[in-house]
């Protein structure tokens, strides 16, 4: 079992950052790999980035790309989402997901255990 607790989320201007973190419990954080995604009102839950248990293999949404960074520290049992030049499609509320096996997925159906959510929202 792991339990997922997010972070950081907030109210920022256009061009902001944010820096999300979520604490895993257990003592096997590097078995799983790691994912963030979001869902805005009325849409679907959709992927925004993931890492690989040892923290080499990362994939992010094109969306996103160039602007957040995924990063895990597995002795602090917790993974990051750095969100720089933050747009107002960017409003969602953010949650960590955590797979069993190391490799990371871009779907959400590989993903056993959701914090609950943190929100974040961006003014234009």
């Known amino acids: 079992q792991v339990q997922l607790v997010e972070s950081g989320g907030g109210l920022v201007q256009a061009g902001g950052s944010l820096r999300l973190s979520c604490a895993a419990s257990?003592?096997?954080?590097?078995?799983?790999?790691m994912g963030w995604f979001r869902q805005a009102p009325g849409k679907e839950r959709e992927f925004i980035a993931a890492?690989?248990?040892?923290?080499?293999?990362?994939f992010y949404a094109d969306s996103v790309k160039g602007r957040f960074t995924i990063s895990r520290e597995n002795v602090k049992n917790t993974v990051y989402l750095q969100m720089n030049s933050l747009k107002p499609e960017d409003t969602a509320v953010y949650y960590c997901?955590?797979?069993?096996?190391?490799?990371?997925?871009?779907?959400?159906?590989?993903?056993?255990?959701w914090g609950q959510g943190t929100q974040v929202t961006v003014s234009s």
């Open positions: 997901a955590a797979k069993s096996g190391s490799w990371p997925e871009r779907t959400t159906r590989y993903y056993g255990y």
């Open positions: 257990g003592r096997t954080f590097s078995t799983y790999a």
């Open positions: 890492i690989s248990g040892s923290g080499d293999v990362t």
